[in-house]
């Protein structure tokens, strides 16, 4: 078992070093879901389900949705169909 959650704080460390090197948002927020459910695995394993449950349900959940709401308002994430009209614009 220790084996287990030494490998996860391992994850947890390269995912928090891997967000603050993406250039991508996309690839960030995702990476950030990842680091809070293998966060909320490690509150489970500490035998504190009820901050695994906050965990996964805000980190994981409520701020990465306004994370992609946030992106979609500003225009980060765009259609595939409006990126291929752009790009026909462009030219």
């Known amino acids: ?8 704080l391992g994850f947890l460390v390269v995912c ?10 996309l690839n960030s ?5 990842s ?3 293998v966060m909320s695995i490690i509150w489970l394993l500490l035998e504190s389900p009820d901050l695994a449950i906050t965990e996964a ?3 994981a959940g409520v ?8 992106l979609k308002k500003t225009h980060a994430i765009v259609k ?5 009209k ?6």
């Open 1 to 8: 078992m220790q084996i287990f959650t030494n490998i996860l």
């Open 16 to 25: 928090a070093i891997s967000v603050s090197l993406s250039k991508n948002l």
């Open 29 to 33: 927020i995702i990476i950030y879901m």
């Open 35 to 37: 680091y809070s459910l």
């Open 57 to 59: 349900a805000v980190g």
């Open 63 to 70: 701020t990465s949705l306004l994370f992609f709401v946030t």
């Open 80 to 84: 595939q169909d409006d990126q291929e």
């Open 86 to 91: 752009e790009d026909e614009d462009d030219e």
